[in-house]
């Protein structure tokens, strides 16, 4: 759990994600296209990955992947995160991180 907190909180923007994943895919590529650039954290690619699924899981993410942090804050899954875009808070919440600038 203190890997993730420390992974999330070293950037305005954190995506936890499986190469293999579609959604983790398709999060990242709308934050690219709303001008953030997250960082990235590929868990398959990771020696400690398997213990940060358990620690996101134990966070309520469920799957696991892709988990978003937004200012060091637990922001979802990928539903959350459309949810979020949807009702034009998303880009709010990166803008007041500093993730974006407009």
Do not use: N
């Not at 420390?6 to 994600?17: C, N, P, R």
């Not at 994943?21 to 398709?26: E, F, G, I, L, W």
């Not at 650039?37 to 358990?54: F, K, Q, T, V, Y």
């Not at 978003?68 to 637990?74: D, L, N, Y």
Request: with cysteine; glycine share 8%.
């Amino acid at each position: 759990m203190d890997k993730v907190r420390d992974l999330a909180s070293k950037k305005a923007a954190v995506i936890f994600t499986k190469s293999s994943c579609c959604m983790c895919y398709s999060i990242k590529t709308l934050f690219y296209e709303l001008g953030a650039s997250p960082a990235i954290h590929e868990l398959d690619h990771d020696p400690s990955g398997r213990d940060m699924e358990w620690a996101l899981r134990g966070l309520g993410c469920d799957p696991s992947v892709p988990a978003v942090f937004i200012g060091g804050k637990f922001v979802g899954s990928a539903k959350d995160v459309i949810s979020f875009h949807v009702d034009g808070s998303l880009k709010q919440m990166l803008i007041d991180a500093k993730a974006i600038w407009f």
